[in-house]
């Protein structure tokens, strides 16, 4: 070390008074360009309230056999609900997806069948129940039924997969900030789904996005089980950070 390095103060050799917040806890919208983030920013440009809008649509709509609509039965809305999904479902004494409740009471609830994934209805309602939390702190609830789905998640997420033999961790903590294939990578945490995804030049889910992500490692795609614990583990390690839903990405 050259001996004038040691009489820098010891806060300027570690870079502190710059933007200092570590990579791998940013939310995917701070490295994205400003326009995008104008986008998202600005409800009469973001294209993704289009489908909280029908969202709401849904939530008062009647099902044809005569059940109560979503509103019959939770007239006081959904404010903070989505901050702490996926959450442990007492009735079904297992942790379950915001998606998965929703669909949850349109079979139980309303006597009606499942929505798919990437349906319409189930995008906008879960877009129109999120918005409700937006801006809110993201948290997971203290349950120590979660814990074992959580640590699952996290031993999937360090896990190596796929013909490029890649974790996600070694893209969204190790890599993060850097470049790959035109797009930056982002830390990788699902503050805002569903989102409006420019690529898809629609709504998709976060179950979709993570499909993107095992794609682009050549891995399978996660089951449904995988795929409830890596979005446990993701909004754990999110916790605190604002909710974003519905947000705009690349
Ligand atoms: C080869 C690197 C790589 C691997 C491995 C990878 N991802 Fe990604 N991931 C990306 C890139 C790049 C993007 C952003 C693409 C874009 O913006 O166009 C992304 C986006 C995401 C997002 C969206 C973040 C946001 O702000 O909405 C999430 C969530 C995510 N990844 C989770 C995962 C998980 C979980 C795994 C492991 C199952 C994984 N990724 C594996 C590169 C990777
Ligand atoms: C007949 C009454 C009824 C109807 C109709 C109904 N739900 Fe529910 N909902 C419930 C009950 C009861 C629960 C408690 C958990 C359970 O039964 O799964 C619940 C729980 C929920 C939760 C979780 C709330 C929380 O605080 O964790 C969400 C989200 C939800 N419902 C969304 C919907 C949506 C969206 C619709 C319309 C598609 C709907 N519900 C229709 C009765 C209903």
């Known amino acids: 070390m050259r001996a004038w390095l040691l009489l820098l103060p010891l806060p300027l050799l570690l870079g502190a008074g710059r933007d200092d917040t570590p990579m791998a806890s940013r939310s995917g919208f701070d490295v994205m360009t400003p326009a ?17 809008a029908n969202g709401a649509t849904h939530w008062k709509a009647e099902p044809p056999n005569g059940r109560p609509a979503c509103v019959g039965c ?44 990437e349906s319409e209805a189930l995008l906008a309602l879960s877009a129109y129940i999120g918005q409700q939390s937006r801006g809110l702190p993201i948290a997971p609830p203290q349950d120590a039924r979660l814990d074992e789905w959580r640590q699952a998640g996290e031993a999937l997420y360090r896990q190596r997969m796929g013909q490029l033999n890649l974790s996600c961790a070694q893209c969204h903590e190790a890599r993060a900030g850097q470049r790959l294939a035109g797009a930056t990578i982002p830390s990788g945490l ?5 989102i409006y995804r420019l690529e898809w030049q629609g709504m998709g889910s976060l179950q979709r996005r993570l499909r993107n992500c095992t794609t682009g490692v050549r891995a399978a795609p996660l089951n449904e089980e995988a795929l409830t614990q890596v979005e446990l583990y993701l909004m754990q390690r999110a916790a605190g950070l604002r909710v974003e839903t519905p947000a705009v990405r690349p």
């Open 36 to 52: 995008l983030q104008a986008m998202q920013r600005d409800d009469a440009q973001n294209p993704a309230l289009l489908w909280s």
């Open 74 to 117: 939770h007239a006081t809305g959904m404010a903070g609900v989505a901050a702490r999904y996926p959450s442990f479902s007492e009735p079904l004494k297992r942790p379950v997806t915001l998606s998965q409740q929703i669909n949850r009471c349109r079979t139980e609830h309303q006597d009606q069948p499942a929505w798919t994934s």
């Open 190 to 194: 699902a503050t805002g789904y569903p």
